[in-house]
């Protein structure tokens, strides 16, 4: 083979070698963000025994994030941080029943907490509707509220689970 040929040829496979690299890396990262899919679901009318549950599986797709949980009989508060410093805390509380009644989630990251917003208001289950600039309410059988921040640059999602009847839900939704 002569040598132009052959420093071709070595060309080729290097960039076929990169090509391959970078598919492999976007690969693993499509991989390490699904797990991150979890932070999207809704823990509301669950046991603090159920999310603690949750976190453990959630640790174990996320080794390279720490987590830091701390409860009480009434609350349950975990924090994860990953390699980046990006930072998802959790609190939950309970109500006499040990059922989560509330579900709070504040995000460092923008992009973190914009893809966890556009997957609970995308699950059609819950059939969400926009009742004003910074909340959303579920159909009635679910009773859930869903609050955001009035102030720009805080990225927290608050879920409620409301005590409310029909009449009321027909008031508030408008019908």
């Known amino acids: 083979i ?17 090509k391959l690299r970078i598919m492999q890396k976007f690969i693993v990262a499509i991989l390490l963000s699904l797990p991150l899919l979890g932070h999207a679901q809704i823990h509301i009318n669950e046991s603090k025994e159920a999310i603690k549950n949750t976190i453990e599986q959630l640790k174990s797709y ?8 701390a409860e009480t009989d009434s609350s349950l508060n975990v924090v994860q941080q990953d390699a980046d410093n990006q930072r998802i805390e959790k609190n939950f509380s309970f109500d006499k029943n040990g059922k989560c009644q509330n579900e709070f989630i504040l995000y460092t990251c923008q992009n973190c907490y914009a893809k966890t917003l556009q997957t609970i208001l995308s699950k059609t289950s819950y059939k969400w509707k926009k009742i004003n600039e910074n909340q959303y309410i579920s159909r009635f059988e679910d009773k859930l509220m869903l609050e955001l921040p009035s102030e720009k640059d805080v990225y927290k999602i608050y879920i409620i689970r409301a005590n409310w009847n029909k009449i009321i839900y027909d008031m508030i939704t408008g019908q």
């Open 2 to 18: 002569p040598i132009r040929d052959f420093k071709h040829s070595m060309k080729a496979i290097n960039f076929a070698y990169f």
């Open 62 to 69: 996320n080794p390279a994030s720490t987590f830091t949980i």
